[in-house]
């Protein structure tokens, strides 16, 4: 199975940019779906991304489109989440997330990384 650890969050002010980092080791990603998701506090986790096996296809929430972009580095085994104009309301845990399947649930998880944005 594969691992992930998401690294990269911290505080920023709003309007301030950050990115964060999911190195994957035990497989390839090219093997999976790849997305980002993210928990505030007090609420349910969210989707925030998702890139495709091919890494040809990208999904967006509409809450971050425009702003969020997800990209993948199949030789450093890494995908990123490029966050720009962020926005206290986009603070949260960020999580990635890995899924063997084409559609459904994802089947890993890495621990996630605290992203604040104050305002």
């Known amino acids: 199975q594969v691992q992930l650890v998401e690294s990269g969050g911290g505080l920023v002010q709003a309007g301030g940019s950050l990115r964060l980092s999911c190195a994957a080791s035990g497989h390839p990603i090219s093997s999976y779906r790849m997305g980002w998701f993210r928990r505030a506090a007090g609420k349910e986790r969210e989707f925030v991304t998702v890139i495709s096996r091919s890494g040809e296809i990208t999904l967006y929430a509409d809450s971050v489109k425009g702003r969020f972009t997800i990209a993948r580095d199949t030789v450093k085994n890494t995908v990123y989440l490029e966050m720009t104009n962020l926005k206290p309301g986009d603070t949260a845990v960020y999580y990635c997330?890995?899924?063997?399947?084409?559609?459904?649930?994802?089947?890993?998880w890495g621990q996630g990384t605290q992203v604040t944005v104050s305002s």
């Open positions: 997330a890995a899924a063997a399947a084409d559609r459904g649930s994802f089947d890993y």
